[in-house]
């Protein structure tokens, strides 16, 4: 795979991993004992390669042909299936699933880097396999050994593909509110009844069965969040030999029109509605997940995963954008030097420009940064599944809590403002459709609404997640964050400065949390969440950069500078803004408490 591709930057990815992450120290533990870097990098080539082959030469053509209804069927650009079909021959979607279950048992960090390379390329076709493997995770921690041989096994060889169901017209990300419900049955399955709304992949025709994760509420049940249970629901009942059989009761209501990503199908899905009836009660036939009412429970952990795999996703799409317009700022040449005084010497590329370089500059911080957090997670996620003590895996939990939401909503809220940059750096041409950036842009725009929203992303970060355990999780954040300040202060020299601009900044940010903890006012409390959320995010970022600053240590070769360069960037420009978000923050000010939305 050529280090010059515009989809990511091989180099930093090697950077990332090895350098920095020490991914093959991963290869002690006995789950990972197999592999070795030779293996990492051989997954990595084949997933490159298969990205700028497969995926990446329709990604326009999804964009400009989205799926259309035919005779009630959803028809997609073959090429999408010849790319899924293609990736799963890899046995990628299997990658970090046990050997037992068909897994290749690949540490997640780098499974994460794959992933990358095909949103990078073109993340509409890869949400059905994002979709497909979270949906198989899930059901291989909560479902049973019957689930797992007739939904999970069939989904890691491609045949089968996932969803998740649990937004309704009613009821979007407040799922108390849900209305679907399930009715038991003699035979032990149960029928289904209801609406789902933005069902990301509800509906096509990429392989034998579709398999739904529904949310659905119990008649009898509690009340809220705690009567609801999961379902597997596939569009097509399982035979005993383990294919497609009869029709469930599914049924396509309808697709909506997204702005992005409109190669993925999103659907309206009624359940219930008579029409394919297998036989006996009415109803979409659905099979309990694990136990009654501990549905949100369990669904919380594909929604994790696909939080963690939204931000990824921003973070390729925002990456993508920042290589083509580097590309294009070398290459376009346009106006001249502040010190060029003859009207008639050569133009110079637009990187020549110092305004210029501050876009480009700041498209590298907010793309690098978050790939290196996404990859950080991911690391986590290993060291946590082989924790060998109690301990330690409730340490690593407590971290990735406390990250998930920034995970999410920091790559999505700045990769986006990198595309935004990417098209101010083309100009003209960047808003025009005849170049990618455009794309990008719009497809990056659903990033903040995916899988909550930045409101409610700031809302679950300092509501809930800053105060789980008296303030543990924070406290971990704290910790490993003061380990990197302890090894810049070591170091010396600029290394240490930029450790003291961070713990300044920590400082006050944990003043703060205290301080807006301690009001007994839930609305006053919360009315800045996600003020909070985007200063807590770039002071992980600033602590990210300088992890890379310290790994980037004193080589001379560009990419080292070049880390470097951009962690004093990021410090100057980019963390002093935290300050008087905290300024504002611990006055609780309730501006948007008290405003009357009949004065909107």
């Known amino acids: 795979m050529s280090p010059q591709s515009l989809l990511l930057s091989r180099n930093d990815i090697e950077f990332l991993l090895y350098d920095w992450l020490d991914v093959e120290a991963l290869t002690s533990r006995p789950r990972f004992a197999d592999h070795s870097r030779e293996t990492f990098d051989a997954v990595l080539d084949v997933c490159a390669d298969l990205a700028e082959k497969l995926f990446a030469p329709h990604n326009k053509k999804n964009d400009t042909h989205e799926p259309v209804l035919v005779d009630g069927k959803v028809r997609l650009n073959p090429e999408v299936k010849v790319a899924l079909d293609a990736l799963a021959e890899t046995g990628v979607l299997a990658a970090t699933a046990d050997a037992e279950a068909g897994g290749l048992q690949l540490p997640q960090v780098v499974q994460s880097a794959c992933a990358a390379w095909f949103a990078a390329a073109n993340i509409a076709t ?87 994760l529904v949310l659905a509420k119990i008649p009898g049940g509690p009340a809220g969040v705690k009567g609801i249970s999961l379902f597997v629901v596939p569009k097509y009942l399982v035979e005993d030999d383990g294919k497609a059989g009869a029709r469930n009761d599914v049924v396509l209501a309808g697709l909506n029109h997204k702005m992005g990503y409109r190669g993925t199908t999103n659907t309206v899905l009624n359940f219930g509605e008579g029409v394919h009836l297998p036989g006996g009660s009415p109803g979409a036939v659905g099979y309990l997940v694990g136990e009654p ?39 376009r040449t346009q106006g001249r030097a502040p010190s060029a005084k003859d009207p008639e010497s050569p133009q110079v590329p637009l990187a020549e420009h110092a305004d210029v370089r501050r876009m480009l500059l700041a498209q590298k911080s907010f793309v690098e940064g978050a790939l290196a957090l996404i990859l950080f997670c991911g690391k986590t996620i290993d060291e946590q599944r082989t924790a060998t003590t109690a301990e330690e895996r409730d340490r690593l939990t407590l971290l990735l809590d406390i990250l998930t939401p920034i995970a999410k909503s920091w790559p999505a809220q700045w990769c986006l403002h990198a595309n935004d940059l990417a098209i101010q750096i083309h100009g003209g041409y960047g808003y025009t459709r005849e170049y990618d950036v455009e794309q990008h842009y719009r497809d990056n725009r659903l990033n903040p609404i995916h899988e909550g929203t930045h409101g409610i992303q700031g809302i679950d970060l300092l509501g809930r997640k800053t105060t789980i355990a008296g303030g543990a999780a924070l406290r971990e954040l704290e910790s490993l964050i003061r380990s990197t300040l302890d090894k810049a202060a070591a170091a010396g020299g600029e290394a240490a400065d930029l450790g003291h601009q961070l713990d300044v900044h920590l400082h006050r940010l944990i003043e703060v949390t205290r301080q807006v903890n301690t009001e007994p006012d839930a609305a006053l409390r919360l009315a800045n969440a996600s003020l909070y959320l985007e200063a807590t995010g770039h002071i992980v970022l600033a602590w990210i950069w300088l992890e890379q600053f310290l790994a980037a240590g004193t080589g001379e070769d560009h990419l080292r500078q070049g880390k470097r360069h951009t962690a004093r960037y990021f410090y100057r420009y980019e963390l002093p803004r935290t300050q008087p978000q905290l300024d504002l923050l611990a006055t609780l000010d309730p501006t948007t408490v008290e405003c009357d939305p009949a004065w909107l």
């Open 126 to 212: 890869w949400s059905y396999a994002m979709l497909t493997i979270a949906n198989a995770g899930l059901l291989l921690e909560h479902g049973s050994p019957e689930q797992v041989d007739k939904f999970v096994r069939p989904m890691f060889e491609g045949r089968f593909h996932g969803t998740m169901c649990l937004s309704e017209p009613q009821a979007g990300s407040s799922l108390a509110d849900i209305t679907t419900r399930a009715e038991p049955q003699a035979d032990g399955t149960y029928r289904i009844f209801g609406n789902k709304m933005w069902i990301s992949a509800g509906e096509h025709d990429l392989g034998e069965n579709i398999v739904h």
């Open 293 to 331: 009412h501990r549905g949100l429970t369990y669904m919380f952990r594909m929604m994790n995963e696909a939080r963690v795999g939204v931000g990824a996703g921003a973070t390729a799409l925002g990456y993508t954008g920042y290589l083509k317009s580097l590309d294009y700022a070398r290459t």
